[in-house]
Every structure is written in structure tokens, then in C-alpha cells.
């Protein structure tokens, strides 16, 4: 009903930086020790499908432990054929897994839907899994915890990835007792199981990217960075001054945040539940935006002061409604121009919010900072003058399954934005009453020239005066109520 009075307030929405406007020229794409650049970067032409660099003569194979393990890997015991059935390929692993999904929705299907799957999508996209010997040439480090790191590769190359993780034939990624215990799964094995309506949809949103890229080889880029921060703002003393903010209840990150600096709401297992159950903000966007998935393979779960940065990933699927409701609705044919390394200009950062038990404890001086140095994380981009940044598409950030307070994180998030020298777009995703109050506050702040730090000493006040005192539940006094109080004085 909320999204009936939809409105916006704030800043100007053209006052707002969006790439590719705001952007100044990139580097040349080159290799260097923390970037891997999986192509030849001299063969690189618009329209043209990229080349795997090295060539396939100079082909190098890993098994270790800083580096995927591929199926075609020499060193891979399993059978190598991913044509072979799924289970015959992971014999092991039989007993445990279920189709459900799968066959509901082969079933599901007219008989014409059916034969193009089984005689022409399916043996397509078994090729292309077959392709990965030629399409890698050359190991893909993992993004380990605690490195900065970045890997391009071309789109074609993810997509060989993901009929890979389709076919379930990535080696050592089936159990949790294996040394990739810290890493998100891979394989598509729990997204065959279950009865869902919305596994369905899930199952229809993967297979259009798949019917997509196996019918034209996209020839884009894509750029996968994990950045870590091993100095964080001291907050307490930040003489920032709050940046733009405009707050919409109508609109969401992906659409109207557009050349935006786009945040996923994360898990610290990058795409979450994507591949399993999960169906809310992050899963979503992996699946519209297949390409984010890979990201599964090679980045280590985040820790406090980490984020990944996904930068060229295309929408290829449009949906609609939202967790049970959702639905795939089609094609997206996806308009957004390119950057001189050929990607997308779409740039998104996954940063995980924390998940709270009870109300009280996400006011924690700890909680705080944790929340303000993962926001900052994400936001800042060391080296970048502010007029080169865009604004930074955002809304109700771990208030969602983590439980998080809407106003605090808002709150959290203008600190950061602020500190990281951005402006921010806020969507309040339908609560009319949420974009009230936050204009309010960031006005008041913006009016008594009141600074990250002067805020962030009144955060833990707020704690120290009002929630210890608060034995369960929820304070009486609002923490807006309580920041008004004392900078209206
Ligand atoms: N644009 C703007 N706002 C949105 C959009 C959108 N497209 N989609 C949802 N919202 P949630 P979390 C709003 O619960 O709490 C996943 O499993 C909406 O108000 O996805 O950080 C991850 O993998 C929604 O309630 O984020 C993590 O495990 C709110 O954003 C976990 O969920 C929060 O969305 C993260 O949970």
C-alpha cells in the first residue's frame, strides 16, 4: 500500500553522480601481482569475443592452495566428461542429492519447451562446460581473506564457469570438510532440490542466461576485486560533513540506481543463498545478474573489513515480486554502455551486515564501528578524487533477514558515504514513513553542520544513556528522537 503514496525528497536526483559521466579515463588493462587479467589484452576489440591469454601452448595447470580448482585440471581425479549424468559424475554425493526442482520443472514444460531443453539447450550448455581446457589457460587465483586481489575475465569465460557450477563438476566444492570450507558453494546441486514455487522461477531465471549465452557468446569484461582495508577511519574523531542524500520510496538499487556505485545486501558468503533457498535482495540480483555467481568460486568468505567489488556484470533477466512471490518475468535486454576495458558500467559491492539477535545489541559501540567500517569499505575507493565517484544506490542495508534497525543503518550508512566522499541514493523500498524521518535527520544534521564524528560521539551516548538502560525490547526513547534532542539544542 506504501508504494501507492510513492515519493521522494532530498537532493536533486541530477545532482547526483552516475558513471560512465562521472568517470575519468582507466589505466591500460594490464596483469600486475594483485591483478590477474585472464585475456589478451592486445586482441581486445568491441564485438569481438575476448581471447584466453596465454595461448593454449603456454597452457599452465594448478592444484594448490591459492587457486581454483578446475575440473580440467590434469590433477582431477574425477571423471572428466561433464556430459556424463550429474550423479555419475559425483557418485558420491548420489545418496544426498535431491531433483525435485529439476523434475518439477522439466515436467512443467510443453512439449516443444521440453525438446528444445534436452536436444538443444542442455547439450549446448554441456559444451560449453567442455570449453573450460581451452577458455583457461591459466590458473584463477582465489581471492583469499585479508588480500587485496582482482581477476578480469571475459564473459564468455564466466559463462563457462557457470555451466561448470551448473553440472556440479567443480572438484572439492561438494562438502564443507574440504579446504574450501570458507568459501561459498559453487555447484548447483541444492538448487535442483525442493518443491517451491520460487525454486521454479529461480530454475527459469538461470536457464535464460544460459539459453542466452549459449545461442551468442557475450564479449564483454568483467572485473571481480576484493578489497581490503588495513587502516579504517578513526570515527570518533572525523571532521566530515554529511554529503547529498536523495531517499525515494518508490524505485530499486538495480534500476534506478544506474550507473550508481550499487549495494548488495550480503552475506559474508558472497550471493548467499543463491544457490540454494535464499530468494531476497542479494539472490535476486545473482540471479538477474548471473555473472555476480562466479564470484562463489574464488572469493573467501569477507571478513570486518573486506568487500568485493563486481564491476560489469549484465542484467539478463527482468523479475518481479520479492522472496515467495518472486517471479521471473522475461529477457532483459541490457542497454548499459561499456568502459574502455569493455565491461558494463554497472559497478556492485557486496558488504555483509551483521545479524542481530535482539534490537539492543546493534547499538554496541563494537556493532557501530564494525557496521561503519564495512559501509566505508564498500564506499571508498582509495586514490579516487570525490568528482570522479558516483553516488552510492543503497536502501535498508541488514534490515531485512539480518534484523537490523532501518534508522540506525541509514544513519551508518550517510557516515560512511560521507567519510568515503559520496553522495547517496537511499530507497526505502515501499516505507513512506522510513523516508520521512530519515530526510529529517539527515536535514538536521546537514543544518547544524554537525560532522561524522560529532554524530558518532552522540551514537554512544544514545548507548550509554538510553540502551544499557533498556533491559529487553526496545528503548522508549528513539535514537531519532535522542539525535534531534541534542543537536537541535
Ligand atoms: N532495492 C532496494 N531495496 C531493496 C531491494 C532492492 N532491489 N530488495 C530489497 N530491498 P535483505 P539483509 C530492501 O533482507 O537484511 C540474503 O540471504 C527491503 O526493504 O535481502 O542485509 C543475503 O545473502 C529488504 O527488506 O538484506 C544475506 O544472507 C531490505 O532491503 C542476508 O539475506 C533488506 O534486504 C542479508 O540480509
Partial sequence: AAQVFSCSLGAAVSDLRRA?????????????EDHTVLIRTDLLHPGKVPVPFPCPEERRDRWDDTHVKMPCSQHNLFPVDPTDAILKYNASHAKHWSFTALHSYCTGLQEAESAQLFNDLLPSMARLALRASSLFTQPIPLLTAQRCGSI????????????????????????????????????????????????????????????????????????????????LPSWSSSEQQFSRLHISSSGTIEEQGHGMLQVDFANRFVGGGVTGSGLVQEEIRFLINPELIAARLFTEALEDNECLIITGAEQFSRYSGY???????GNHDDQTPRDEWLRR????????????????????????????????????RPGTPAECMSAVATGNWGCGVFGGDTRLKAVLQMMAAAEAGRDLMYFTFGDVDLLRDVHRIHTLFTHTQATVGSVFSLLLEYYECVCKKTGRGKPEETLYSFLTERLDR
Fill in 20 to 32: 560512465p559521466a562521472c568517470c575519468r579515463p582507466l589505466p591500460v588493462l594490464r596483469a600486475t
Fill in 152 to 231: 578480469t575475465l571475459s564473459q564468455d569465460q564466466v559463462s563457462c564457469l557457470l555451466a561448470n557450477a551448473f553440472f556440479c563438476t567443480f572438484p572439492r566444492r561438494n562438502s564443507r570438510r574440504t579446504e574450501f570450507s570458507n568459501y561459498p558453494d559453487i555447484n548447483f546441486s541444492r538448487l535442483f532440490e525442493g518443491s517451491s514455487r520460487a525454486k521454479q522461477e529461480k530454475l527459469k531465471t538461470l536457464l535464460c542466461y544460459f539459453e542466452r549465452v549459449t545461442k551468442r557468446r557475450p564479449d564483454g569484461l568483467l572485473t571481480y576485486t576484493r578489497q581490503s582495508l588495513q587502516s
Fill in 323 to 329: 522472496a515467495n512471490t518472486y517471479r521471473w518475468a
Fill in 345 to 380: 558500467h554497472t559497478e556492485i559491492v557486496a558488504i555483509d551486515a551483521l545479524q542481530y539477535r535482539s534490537f539492543l545489541q546493534q547499538f554496541q559501540p563494537d556493532c557501530l564501528r564494525r557496521e561503519l567500517n564495512k559501509a566505508f569499505c564498500g564506499f571508498v
